[in-house]
């Protein structure tokens, strides 16, 4: 995780928000239509650069191949973060952009602060999702969270 990296340019700013992803959720009946949905989503994801295809940002326990790469914003109160990623399977996509959709700009804090298996139980993902999905979602959620915890313990002090 770098701490002083610009932001990117392909950092989606237009993405959806997670309580919108709830209730689209919400307004499709069955399965096969949320799915396509949460893929559509990972269409959303702007392309990763090849450079952030790294060891560094790929994402272990996941079955498909997966990166998060993480930008720390800092803040006199607490630092932000913000990701970018991108997978070689169109489901594992929309999963990124939903986690973005509940991550990507907060402050390190509120994101340890998010009890993620709450927040996405209201999707009802967990019935839906392979064991192997499954738990390559928890490994993604805790990178995010191991990479908020980073942004804490490495904020310049103020005095």
């Known amino acids: 995780m770098e701490t002083t990296r610009p932001a990117p340019a392909n950092e989606a700013h237009s993405q959806v928000n997670f309580d919108e992803i709830v209730a689209d959720f919400e307004l499709l009946e069955d399965w096969e239509d949320r799915y396509r949905y949460v893929i559509e989503l990972g269409r959303k994801l702007q392309p990763l650069p090849d450079a952030e295809r790294?060891?560094?940002?790929?994402v272990q326990g996941c079955a498909s191949q997966v990166w998060l790469a993480t930008t720390v914003k800092p803040d006199t109160r607490a630092?932000?973060?913000?990701?970018?990623?991108?997978s070689d399977a169109h489901i594992v996509r929309g999963l990124i952009a939903i986690l973005f959709a509940l991550y990507s700009g907060k402050s390190a804090d509120a994101i340890l602060d998010i009890d993620a298996n709450a927040v996405l139980?209201?999707?009802h993902l967990k019935e839906h999702l392979t064991p192997q999905r499954s738990n390559g979602l928890l490994s993604m959620v805790e990178r995010i969270r191991k990479d908020a915890r980073n942004a804490i313990e490495n904020?310049?002090?103020?005095?």
Do not use: E, M, Y
């Open 54 to 58: 790294n060891d560094i940002n790929k």
């Open 121 to 123: 139980s209201r999707l």
């Open 155 to 159: 904020a310049p002090t103020v005095h």
């Open 79 to 86: 630092p932000r973060l913000s990701f970018i990623g991108d």
